[in-house]
């Protein structure tokens, strides 16, 4: 057990299942005012009691917060819970996933330094490699997803990281973490995979050698569509150095939003669970339908990397990709059908979500440099919630009548 400031630690470790876990760990064992909750300690300072205090910290001699873009109390409970459930030495939390990847990709680049990242990664992602980056030195190389000779021979003398996500979006492709590994071992760069979509209760990347692991917090782990937030994970030597960097760039989490993570989290290896389940009924039920001309789902057996996703996971997900048939026109048909399932842009929530890429996300793209990315016209991402895979399947038949 792990010793905190404030005593022993309640419990985290491996003796213990993901659902105890996302529920304890973290928490110290000693309750504020004997509360069950986590204290939100809603305060952007900290104060010391006389100038003794100043100089007991400021020589090192004793850990506590100063200012709340360098820490907080609800944040460290936060961090150290999805340190416990990630299996990870430690973490940050920040205000946003992008500020976490941004932040993190920040710390490990120097001018002059280039990096990889594979095609499908996150958009806003893949734009500030391919923008930003360029603006301070950096090169970077995009490879196609699934081209592991490619992105081999995309390594150079002064890269520094692969970047890559598993499962992606919107096709659910699946990275093959052991040959990413394997490759990063030979050419000595780190291995950086943003997890969002499997949640730790799916895939650890950590036990699979990856150096550190990203997740946009918004989605699964808190749950509910209401609060942005994000995190990385790793060794400490590497995760200091991005909270240093943190501490400049101030992507700080507010308390009360560290709060509602931390009780989205008590709740997420449930919600998951469920989530990996109507998903692989709902494929399965899209699969199996004469106007439907796709599904994208690591669990089923007609994906692609079904056997990377099997061997590296333990649930699909709650993320089903799927092509309709006809043209756009029809596809609109079938969104505005729909009663049950809002229309609207992320995942990991307890509401289902649909998302049309082509009119969301790739709005701005022209349809023929939405095709060349394989966003078609009638593609779909469906974000399962918590509700019973019935419900969302009467809902889907309602639209698929309309096609
Ligand atoms: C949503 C998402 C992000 C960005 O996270 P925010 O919390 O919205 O900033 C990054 N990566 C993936 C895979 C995501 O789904």
Same mark, same amino acid.
């Given at each position: 057990m792990r010793k905190t400031a404030k005593g022993k630690e309640r419990r985290g470790g491996r003796g213990l299942s993901m659902s105890a876990r996302a529920v304890h760990?973290?928490?110290?064992?000693?309750?504020y005012a004997d509360s069950i909750t986590t204290p939100i300690?809603?305060?952007s300072t900290f104060v010391f009691a006389d100038s003794r205090e100043i100089e007991r910290y400021t020589r090192g001699g004793k850990q506590r917060y100063e200012y709340g873009r360098y820490g907080n109390p609800t944040a460290t409970i936060a961090e150290r819970r999805l340190a416990d459930l990630e299996g990870a030495e430690d973490c940050v939390v920040f205000s946003s996933g992008m500020s976490a990847i941004t932040t993190t990709i920040l710390s490990l680049v120097q001018s002059g330094d280039h990096i990889v990242i594979t095609d499908d990664s996150y958009k806003k992602t893949l734009e500030f490699c391919r923008s930003y980056l360029k603006q301070f030195g950096i090169g970077c190389t995009i490879v196609p997803f699934g081209d592991y000779a490619g992105l081999e021979k995309a390594i150079r003398k002064n890269t520094r990281f692969i970047f890559s996500e598993s499962?992606?979006?919107?096709?659910l492709n699946i990275f093959d973490l052991v040959k990413l590994k394997g490759i990063a071992r030979r050419h000595g760069v780190l291995t950086l995979i943003d997890s969002t979509f499997a949640t730790p209760l799916n895939q650890r990347p950590l036990e699979f050698g990856i150096d550190l692991v990203l997740h *946009?917090?918004?989605? $699964?782990?808190?749950?509910?569509?209401d609060i942005l937030a994000g995190a990385v994970l790793g060794r400490t030597e590497l995760v200091s150095r991005i909270r240093d960097l943190h501490k400049s760039m101030g992507g700080t989490i507010d308390p009360h939003c560290c709060y509602l993570l931390l009780r989205g989290m008590k709740t997420f290896p449930l919600r998951v669970a469920k989530q990996n389940e109507t998903a692989l009924k709902v494929a399965r039920y899209l699969e199996g339908h004469?106007?439907?001309?796709r599904v994208y789902y690591p669990?089923?057996?007609?994906?692609?990397?079904y056997a990377v996703a099997k061997s590296q996971m333990s649930g699909g997900g709650g993320v089903v990709t799927f092509e309709t048939k006809g043209t756009l026109r029809a596809a609109k048909r079938f969104l505005d059908a729909l009663r049950l399932c809002y229309i609207g842009p992320s995942l990991g929530g307890v509401e289902t979500l649909i998302t049309h890429p082509a009119l969301v *996300?790739?709005?701005? $793209?022209?349809r023929k440099e939405r095709y060349e990315l394989?966003?078609?016209?009638?593609l779909f991402r469906l974000a399962v919630g918590i509700e019973d895979a019935e419900d969302i399947i009467a809902d889907l038949e309602r639209g698929l009548r309309k096609l």
């Open positions: 760990a973290g928490e110290p064992r000693k309750r300690v809603q305060t499962p992606t979006n919107p096709y *946009s917090c918004t989605k $699964y782990l808190a749950g509910h569509n004469r106007k439907i001309r669990f089923l057996e007609s994906h692609p990397h *996300s790739y709005y701005d $793209y022209s394989g966003i078609t016209d009638t």
